[in-house]
């Protein structure tokens, strides 16, 4: 059974961090890219950051240079460290793991940044 087990979120004042975790096990398929979406209610799921195999990544303009992802292949684990948080930032974030078949989500995590 495949289990992407996400967590790491919060609430945090504007400025404050936060280091997101998602752990897949489960998964028999090669894992390509792993990632971070977010959404906020009566909006689309967009990308935050991506990271494939061999490290390269990408991220969303908005958290350039805020956010930082990384990957352990061993443990099959996926990391958002986030600075400087902003208010905008505050969402629900998803876990994405992309194999060979198929591509597989996390159940989200609340991340709230006050002002």
């Known amino acids: 059974q495949v289990q992407l087990v996400e967590s790491g979120g919060g609430l945090v004042q504007a400025g404050g961090s936060l280091r997101l975790s998602c752990a897949a096990s489960?998964?028999?398929?090669?894992?390509?890219?792993m990632g971070w979406y977010r959404q906020v209610p009566g909006k689309s799921r967009d990308l935050v950051a991506v990271?494939?195999?061999?490290?390269?990544?990408n991220y969303a303009d908005s958290v350039k240079g805020r956010f930082t992802i990384s990957r352990d292949n061993a443990k099959n684990t996926v990391y958002l460290q986030m600075n400087s948080l902003k208010p905008e930032d505050t969402a629900v974030f998803y876990c994405?793991?992309?194999?060979?078949?198929?591509?597989?989500w996390g159940q989200g995590t609340q991340v709230t940044v006050s002002s």
């Open positions: 994405n793991v992309v194999t060979d078949y198929r591509t597989y």
């Open positions: 489960g998964i028999i398929f090669r894992i390509n890219a």
């Open positions: 990271i494939t195999g061999g490290g390269s990544t």
